[in-house]
């Protein structure tokens, strides 16, 4: 272990002094013919962070926020250019999400929601029922790894009382519903469910002027989220039909019914946390009609989550709040707006997205889909989700917004929400996808896991396509842009 700490603690400083490099040559060079000074030492700058991102030397968020400084430091942006991220509610409703999930996590209400759930659906079809229901209960958990870190051990237990089965085709199927369950239907489905969803809204408002609050998200998710769901079950009941002998042993429940029943009476705790929940769902569905943003209602619940004798949680709490995550959302916006600003956004849309989308263009709003899954299949493997979409994004929207032939809704539903959704959706190991695919090692036959994430690729892709076009209509029949 030492020697890999001192491995990774090289990489760090080699990556320090080739980003000092990089930068002193961006800094004491001319920039090439149409760019501008600031874009490129901005360029200069930027180039270090992501490969910062790539290998996660330093947390995200932290590199991130040292990617603002710098900027303002040499004056290549305003200050309230650069943090303007942190002005806006999206950092904040985060923060107010991940409060709302460790109340659940800490007080066991997560837990007696999942075994309630599981113990009254105890037949097969009940069992895919309880998954889904249980990931929607667990919609104010911001973050796809959070909530199946929750679900996980749930996941294993109900492994375990099945017998040794890690080799069959029931183990495979039922952890891949845990995983799109977890993924690409809670974590699309809600603004909240993930931080993709936060930083596509916030690149977006900065670069189109345009945004959607937390119900707007809800209607036009909802549908393409269940397409999504149907697309995972029926295609793995294709590659890993469950075993009918285990199958049938799904309909004995006694194992989850005696674990909820061991839990006991809901705690005076547990009681808060549920009505904190159904107060933060309740403002975030009619935020926009009482002009309320869903970032400022879930600092004021995180804020009663933490007082003293009301909320169920101790100061020490803000410490498991995941504020890299946070930071990164508050500066992937900066970002944006500093890309904007000094004109690189569309000099790199010009050379890095017109030589794919614009040959693609010519075959209308499908060939644009291919063209974006490919940009997002090569973004994945540069770097980890969600930096990938820091990236990605800006150059996506900044190309639709220059494209006067798309209408501002295929702007948003082909080149902000395509990039997450297969981001969602394709769950491979080096994604950082759910714990799920990490626990499969210990649940499942891991190799033979991986080739059923193999075949539902193509099977996922043409979801992702499927419920793009149909979050494409509904943002056109309600006219939210």
């Known amino acids: 272990m030492s020697t890999l700490k001192a491995k990774n603690q090289y990489l760090n400083y ?28 901005v360029l200069g700058l930027l180039i270090p962070i992501i490969m910062v991102w790539a290998t996660e030397a330093v947390p995200v968020g ?60 105890n037949s097969f079809w009940g069992l895919v029922a309880a ?39 029931f183990s495979r199927w039922l952890t891949y519903q845990f995983c799109t369950a977890t993924d690409a239907f809670v974590g699309l489905m809600f603004l909240t469910g993930g931080a993709a969803n936060a ?30 769901a149907i697309f995972g079950i029926v295609g793995s009941m294709i590659f890993a039909r469950p075993e009918p002998e285990l199958v049938a042993k799904v309909r004995n429940g006694n194992v989850t019914r005696q674990a909820f029943e061991e839990l006991g009476r809901m705690t005076n705790k547990e009681w808060r946390v549920l009505l904190m929940f159904f107060l933060s769902i309740f403002l975030w569905i009619v935020g926009s009609a009482i002009q309320l943003e869903p970032g400022i209602t879930a600092l004021v619940v995180m804020s009663i989550l933490f007082l003293p004798g009301v909320g169920v949680l101790k100061i020490d709490a803000l410490n498991k709040l995941n504020w890299n995550i946070v930071l990164l959302i508050g500066a ?89 959704i297969t981001d969602k959706i394709v769950l491979f190991p080096y994604q950082i996808p759910p714990y799920y695919v990490f626990l499969a090692m210990d649940v499942t036959d891991r190799q033979r896991y991986t ?15 499927v419920g793009t076009f149909i979050a494409y209509q509904l943002l056109i029949l309600t006219r939210y842009f």
Request: with cysteine; charged share 5%; net charge positive.
């Open 14 to 41: 080699v990556l320090m002094i080739v980003g000092v490099i990089i930068g002193i040559v961006f800094f004491s060079t001319a920039p090439p013919n149409g760019m501008t000074v600031d874009g490129w030492r």
């Open 62 to 121: 932290i590199a991130s926020m040292l990617f603002l400084s710098l900027v303002v430091a040499f004056k290549l942006a305003s200050m309230e250019i650069a943090f303007k991220g942190f002005a806006s509610h999206l950092p904040w409703l985060m923060a107010g999400a991940f409060a709302i999930g460790i109340a659940m996590e800490q007080t066991g209400l997560s837990k007696r929601i999942t075994y309630f759930l599981l113990s009254r659906l």
């Open 131 to 169: 998954v889904y229901l249980t990931n929607i209960c667990l919609m104010a958990v911001p973050s796809s790894s959070a909530r199946s870190g929750i679900l996980a051990p749930i996941l294993k237990s109900i492994i375990n009382t099945m017998g040794p089965i890690s080799k069959s085709n």
């Open 199 to 228: 930083i596509f809204l916030g690149v977006y408002t900065v670069l189109s002027g345009k945004t959607v609050s937390w119900g707007h998200w809800l209607v036009v998710m909802f549908v393409p989220a269940v397409v999504f």
């Open 332 to 420: 992937v916006v900066g970002v944006g707006g500093i890309l904007n600003e000094t004109g690189m956004v569309s000099q790199l849309s010009n050379v890095l997205i017109t030589p794919v989308l614009g040959p693609l263009f010519h075959f209308g709003l499908l060939g644009v889909a291919i063209g974006v899954i490919v940009i997002g299949f090569i973004s994945h493997l540069l770097l980890p989700s969600p930096n990938n979409l820091s990236v990605s994004l800006p150059l996506l929207i900044t190309w639709g917004l220059k494209t006067a032939h798309l209408p501002m809704a295929a702007v948003l539903a082909f080149l902000g929400l395509l990039p997450i």
């Open 451 to 465: 080739d059923l994430l193999v075949k539902m690729y193509p099977i996922m892709v043409v979801a992702a396509i």
